[in-house]
């Protein structure tokens, strides 16, 4: 058995992001020693703004960011134009990207294929085609780690696009999955599959609000709450996994968080 995740809670988002931060950059440390690249997955929702607070904000954490060493990539995005108000890549582009100071070098950005908006299987298998040309053939890694997965929790307890008792839960061999009937609209997108979702070196979730004490207290205080997806990833990876909540969202939750710093 190892560690249990790690649960570090804050009075607000803005006491949240220089922890937050000092996780990023410890990941992207590591990454950096280890092959000089660091290679990131990121969610929609409120994720990547709270994301460009911590990295554009504050100013904790040992060493700089270097964005130039970036890779990221999209844990889910909805097969929708680049240019629409529910891309997530938009939503990176102009929570993150546009405001990058001058002086930091770009990150290399993996958006999909939009030439596969009517198809979203299509859409799927190319842009895991481009996760093999970037992280080594198919055949010789079985899975793509990311030096960092950042998640964010639905109010039911979904991740990426991994919701609920979806049979794509169960998948083991794909490693980017379509939906074309998604609860959380819209309904076409696609998503990591919980064994690549579950693989990173490090993941970190960020879960804010009033309105996830309830799934909260489900994940972290129940059994039942260790099948949803959220549930799932901290059963597979454990220690490696790090929640980033305020106290709002964890309210009446019984497992212990680490209060005020990581
Ligand atoms: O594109 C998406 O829909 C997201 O990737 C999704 O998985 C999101 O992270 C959660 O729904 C949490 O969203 P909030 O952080 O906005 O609650």
């Not at 999955?177 to 693989?199: G, N």
Request: negative net charge; glycine residues 8%.
């Amino acid at each position: 058995m190892g560690k249990p995740p790690n649960l570090y809670a804050f009075q607000s988002t803005d006491e949240l992001a220089p922890s937050l931060r000092t996780f990023v950059l410890d990941a992207q440390n590591s990454a950096l020693e280890r092959h000089n690249v660091f290679r990131v997955g990121v969610s929609g929702g409120s994720l990547p703004k709270v994301l460009a607070k911590a990295l554009l904000e504050s100013s904790t954490g040992e060493g700089k960011v270097q964005f130039d060493k970036w890779e990221i990539f999209f844990a889910d995005e909805r097969a929708v134009p680049l240019d629409h108000e529910d891309s997530n890549y938009k939503l990176v582009k102009e929570e993150l990207l546009d405001r990058l100071p001058a002086d930091s070098g770009k990150p290399a950005v993996y958006p999909i294929d939009v030439k596969y908006l009517d198809d979203v299987q299509e859409m799927a298998d190319q842009y895991e085609q481009t996760l093999v040309s970037v992280f080594a053939a198919r055949d010789s890694v079985k899975l793509p780690m990311f030096d960092l997965l950042l998640l964010g929790c639905g109010p039911d307890g979904h991740t990426c696009s991994l919701f609920p008792g979806s049979p794509l839960l169960r998948e083991t061999d794909a490693w980017v999955l379509p939906i074309s009937d998604s609860p959380k609209p819209p309904p076409k997108r696609i998503t990591l599959s919980l064994p690549v979702a579950s693989h990173g070196i490090k993941i970190g979730f960020v879960a804010t609000g009033g309105g996830k004490k309830d799934i909260m207290k489900q994940i972290f205080d129940t059994e039942e709450g260790q099948q949803l997806p959220c549930g799932l990833i901290n059963t597979f990876a454990q220690e490696r996994v790090s929640w980033f909540v305020d106290y709002p969202a964890i309210e009446g939750v019984s497992f212990p968080a680490r209060r005020g710093s990581l």
